[in-house]
Structure formats: C-alpha cells, structure tokens
C-alpha cells in the first residue's frame, strides 16, 4: 500500500506527462474495445444469419454431403416427419424444419433461366429466417397454399431479370426422381432479397409441398434443427450425431463460408491493428518511464546507497507503470463504453459489406472477455515496459548514479 | 574491534587507456564509536575512500574489513542487507526523496526493515524531536531550507541505529552558521547513539570537532 502511494506520488511528479501517457493507453484501449466491438457485433450477426438460413444443426442421409445424387433425391430422407418429431421434444430444439433442396429451369413463357430452390415448411420457415430475409414485395409463402394454385417466392435479382412480378405466373421445370421431366405453373406470392447478389440472382422457394409434387417424391432433402441457444451448437452435435450415426450431420458453421470468410479478414485486420496499437502504448510507456528513470538516477543512487534492493527498485517503477496503465485502461474502458453507448442512440447505417447488397446498422458490442484481456494486456505491456525501462538502471553502480546531475 | 579496516587498499579508475590512481594502498582503521575525519584538497580521492567505506564501491586492490570480514566477494545484493541494517549516508547534497514528507523521508530506513507501523511512528517522532524539525514533519523537502535538509539526512541515517555513518562532505553546501549547527548535531547523534562516523571535509571546524583524523593527498594517506 504505501509501495503504491509512492508510485502514485511519483506519477504525479510530471503531472503531463503523466496524463498524455495515459490518454494514450486509453485511446489504445478503447480503439481495441471498439474496433473488437464491431468485429464481434458483426461475427454474431453473421453467425446469426448463417445459423438462421441454415439451421444450427443439418441433418440428412448418410450420403447426402458426401457424394453426388445420380437422379434427384436418392439420398433424400425418407421418415423426415417421425424424425422432425423426435427431434422436436428435445428440449434445446426450437424447431425441426424439413427442406428440399431441388434446381431446374424457371421461365415466363419467353425466357428461362437456372434456379436453386428451396422447398421450405411456411409454418416454420419464415420464422426463423425473421429479419435476415427481407421481403420487398408481395408476402411470404402460406401455410394454407393448396395444391392446385402453387405460389412462389423469387430472389429480387432473378424477378428482375424475368420481369416478374407479385401475381405474375412463371413456369418451373425440373427432373423428377424417376429421371422423367416435370412442369408446373407457379404465381409469385412476393420477392425477397436475402442481400447476397449472387444467390438474389438464383434462389426460388415454393412449399415443400409443391416442390414434393413437381419431383414426384414423399421425400425432403435434409431437415434442419433450429435450436434455441446458438453456442449449444457443437455440444448438440456430438450429442446427436452420436446418437444417429446412421444419419449425416453438419453445423451452421459448415455451411457459413461468408462468415468464416468475414472472420477471417476481420480478424487479420483487427489484429493488426490491434498490434500496431499495442506496440503504440508499449512504446509510449517504455518512453514515459525511461524518462522518469534517467530524470530520477540520483535519486536511484540515493535510495540503493541507503538500503534499497535493486529489486525493489524496479518494482516501484513497474508500480508506477502499472498505474499509468491501469487508470489509463480504465479512461479507455469509459470511453468505448461512451463510444459504444453513443452509437448506439445514433444509429449509423454501415456499407453494404463486400458482395452484399445491405446496409447494416454500426453497431459495437463490446464482449466482457476483450474487456478483460485488453485490460489484462495494458496492465501487462506497463509491466514490462516499466521493467525493460528500469531495470538496468537500477542495477548500475551506486557510485556513478550519485555523481548523476 | 574495528568496523572498518582496510590492507593495502587501492583503487584505479580506467579512462580509456588512462588509468587514475585515485587511492593508493591505503591502511586505516576506523574503530567503534569513532568520530573520524577525512581531510584532502579537492581530488585527493576521499569520496572515493568514503564510497568504499559505505559499501557502494569496492577497492581494485587490497583488502577492505567491515566489522572483520572481507567485502571482496560479497554479493551485491548482500552489500544492500548490510548497507541497510548496518549503515548510514549523509550527502553533500541532501539527497531527500523530493515525492515524500520529511516524516515519510525519515521513515523510509524503518519500512526497509520491516519495522512495524507503531515503533516506526514513536522511533520517527522522537528524531524530529531529536533533529528540532517536528513542526514540519509534513513539508516536503523542497519547502524547508538547506540546513533543515541536511537534519532531515542525519535523522534520516540515524534512524536505524546504524554502526556506521558516511557523511561526504556534509556541510559543503550550507552557510557558516548552519554548518555549525549541523556539526553540532551529527556530533550530538555520535554521542546519543554511540554511531561511527567518518566525515570528508574541508571544513576546519568539523576536522576540530573530531577526535580523529586521516589526511590524504593524490590517494595517499599521510
Ligand atoms: N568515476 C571516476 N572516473 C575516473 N576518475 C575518477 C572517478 N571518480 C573519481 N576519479 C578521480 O579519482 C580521484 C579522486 O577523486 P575523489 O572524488 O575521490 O576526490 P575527493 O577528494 O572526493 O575530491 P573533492 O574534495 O573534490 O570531492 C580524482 O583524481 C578524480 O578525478
Ligand atoms: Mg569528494
């Protein structure tokens, strides 16, 4: 304690020096906090969308991620509705969704073009899908569709390039599971954007039953568990695919390429960054240190002449390092807590990110753990920076530092 | 028995292919209780002696005796141990921690002793009392005067009850009158705590004060 008043004495010897040392720790800290909140902000988001598109947990026949269907759902699941069941009275589980995953042609009678549909549950799908898929026209598929007036959903890139529009009839052709082609005519029941171009240009979704009708089969492609904690995912997974071998199973995370994607360069971009930073307030505090060290070698001379270890020195210098970097961390925690807080009222629309077409809201959520490891970190970097700074000149001659003007 | 006792002492200092005799096999013993003077013109080597002496250097040559045993291999970090039980400084120049109070200045040997909180506080106020400074146990050092400093040094290396004080050129940077009275008090303190002193000077009234003395000249002893 009265190791930690001298220091605090001493810190405030040159009192701005003092103070720019630590405003600079604590712009270093809270830029950390910040640039770590957004990066977090937008991993969870794309976990989220991933997850949320996908499902957390895919399961499918054995074969299905593996290898390559000869004819169209031959590694479809068969008894999906008494699986979707069991897997439904798992508490964690949300929802168990059945999907068909199909291509084909789809036309307006002068044009025809590729597409990946999707035949989706309407119960349950737009639920889950929720904010992350935007409808810009007309409505989501119904529960309630029958079977002689198919609706269908189009990506707003691939209405465009038909010219359709909500009402508008289009023509869908695909190989059904005996190898035969398949027609039918579908209205469009709304246009959605899911912010991706290139699968805005491609993607069809129609019911499942319709899409079950137009390839002539009981079967779905996978079915895919939504559950109702996203970090439960991997523990999840070794459970159930332990429990059904006989069944493929893949995680969100397989499927999520943009978000590993956008992680990746994140975390190279903020890491560097974050280095660069780091370096900065190591460097800031060695200098700050040395200063104090070199101004104060009398006094060095002084306190080891008259009983003081070396050791002992370079604590009370690592101490007044320590406090220089801990209050600055604390100033750079209330910062970005400000920063974060004040972003959040102003709501600021970021660009789109690259190959998507939405904006997003800039939007920092700071982790409790890069808290807790940026100021594990500073208080670290003021511990060596003190001890590189201090520790020579306190083992130096006694003699030589008394004669020190 | 002798605190300090020196064989044959000597002391090179290398500047560049130069080299400096500043002491040249010096014998001295300095006994207990002593109250011992170093005299020299300016460069004759007695801060170099007294820095010997205090533990803070050692002789290139020769053999130096703390309380009988020889320093020469003793570790640096043994020389602080001792240095701090054993040992006093008195600087020309003060040497005050300008961050602490008198009061925390003089207690400063105390903590390095581990001394517990309630005797260092009856050990600190009765040298105030002692050195006549209890009115400004709260000042800092920049806020008294030299003379007022340099009691705040001697209280300062008399409060461990040290055997041996080094006071190198003690008076140097005071008036006459306040030189005097610094005199009078370190010699007060010999007589209170039965501490050795060995004290360069030039001053003749300090040298008159001391009841022994060695003369030095270019690093002999005379
Ligand atoms: N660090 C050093 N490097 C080189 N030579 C030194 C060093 N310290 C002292 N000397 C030399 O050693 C000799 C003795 O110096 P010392 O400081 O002991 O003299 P002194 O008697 O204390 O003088 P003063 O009365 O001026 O303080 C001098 O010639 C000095 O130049
Ligand atoms: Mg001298």
Redesign the interface.
């Known amino acids: 304690m009265?190791w930690l008043k001298?220091a605090i004495?001493?810190v405030?010897?040159n009192r701005r020096r003092a103070i720019v040392t630590m405003l600079i720790t604590a712009v270093g800290v809270s830029a950390i906090l910040v640039g770590g909140g957004f990066a977090n902000f937008t991993y969870v988001s794309l976990k989220e969308m991933a997850a949320r598109s996908s499902g957390h947990l895919i399961v499918a026949h054995k074969n299905y991620f593996e290898r390559e269907e000869s004819i169209p759902m031959e590694y479809g699941l068969d008894d999906y509705k008494a699986l979707a069941k069991t897997f439904k009275s798992d508490k964690e589980v949300r929802y168990a969704i059945p999907r068909i995953e199909f291509t084909g042609l789809i036309s307006n009678g002068e044009k025809s073009t590729i597409f990946m549909g999707t035949g989706v549950d309407a119960k349950y799908e737009f639920r889950v899908k929720g904010p992350f898929l935007i409808v810009e026209e007309g409505s989501v598929l119904s529960k309630r569709e029958t079977e002689d007036d198919p609706k269908i959903m189009l990506g707003n890139k691939l209405a465009k390039s038909l010219k359709a529009k909500v009402n508008d009839s289009l023509t869908l052709i695909t190989t059904t599971v005996d190898g035969g082609l398949n027609a039918i005519d579908v209205t469009v029941q709304g246009i959605f954007s899911t912010g991706v171009p290139e699968v805005d240009k491609r993607s069809i979704m129609v019911t499942l039953q319709t899409a079950q009708s137009l390839m002539a089969t009981q079967k779905v492609s996978s079915v895919a568990l939504h559950l109702r904690d996203t970090e439960s995912t991997f523990d999840k997974y070794a459970e159930l695919s332990s429990q059904y071998p006989d069944l493929a199973w893949q995680t969100w995370l397989d499927k999520a390429f943009f978000y590993v994607g956008v992680k990746n360069l994140y975390n190279r971009i903020f890491g560097l960054l974050g280095f660069i930073i780091i370096m900065m307030v190591f460097f800031s505090i060695y200098n700050t240190v040395s200063m104090s060290v070199v101004e104060r070698t009398?006094?060095i001379g002084?306190?080891?002449?008259?009983?003081?270890?070396?050791r002992?020195v370079t604590r009370n210098f690592i101490l007044e390092g320590a406090v220089i970097g801990i209050i600055g961390a604390i100033v750079g925690i209330l910062i970005a807590f400000l920063i974060s807080f004040g972003l959040s009222l102003a709501d600021i629309q970021m660009p789109p990110p690259p190959g998507r077409t939405n904006s997003y809201p800039l939007v920092i959520s700071i982790p409790n753990n890069l808290y807790l490891v940026t100021a594990f970190v500073s208080a670290m970097l003021c511990i060596v920076a003190a001890w590189l700074s201090s520790h020579k000149a306190a083992?130096k001659?006694?003699?030589g530092a008394?004669s020190h003007v | 028995m002798n605190i300090i006792e020196t064989k044959n002492l000597s002391k090179q200092y290398q500047q560049g292919a130069l080299s400096v005799n500043a002491l040249t096999k010096i014998n001295i013993k300095i006994p207990d209780r002593a109250f011992t003077a170093l005299l020299g013109p300016s460069g004759s080597g007695k801060s170099t002696l007294l820095?010997i002496c205090?533990l803070?250097?050692k002789p290139s040559a020769g053999k130096f005796l703390f309380c009988g045993r020889d320093i020469g291999n003793v570790s640096?970090?043994e020389l602080?141990?001792i240095?701090?039980?054993k040992?006093?400084?008195i600087?020309q120049?003060f040497?005050l921690?300008?961050?602490?109070s008198i009061y925390d200045n003089i207690e400063?040997?105390l903590?390095?002793l581990d001394i517990d909180k309630k005797s260092r506080t009856k050990r600190v106020n009765a040298m105030l009392e002692k050195v006549g400074l209890s009115k400004f146990k709260k000042h800092l050092p920049d806020q008294i005067s030299g003379g007022q400093k340099q009691r705040v040094a001697i209280a300062?290396?008399l409060i461990t009850q040290p055997n041996l004080v080094i006071a190198d050129e003690p008076t140097a940077n005071l008036d006459t009158r306040t030189a005097t009275d610094i005199i009078e008090l370190m010699h007060k303190m010999h007589q209170a705590f039965n501490t050795s002193f060995i004290i360069a000077t030039h001053d003749e009234r300090m040298s008159s004060r001391c009841e022994s003395s060695y003369q030095l000249q270019d690093g002999v002893l005379l």
């Open positions: 009265k001298l004495k001493n405030l010897r009398r006094e002084t306190l080891r002449a008259i009983g003081t270890y070396s002992e083992k001659s006694i003699v008394l | 820095n205090g803070i250097d640096d970090q602080t141990t240095r701090r039980n040992l006093g400084f600087f120049g040497n921690i300008p961050v602490m400063y040997p903590i390095l300062r290396a």
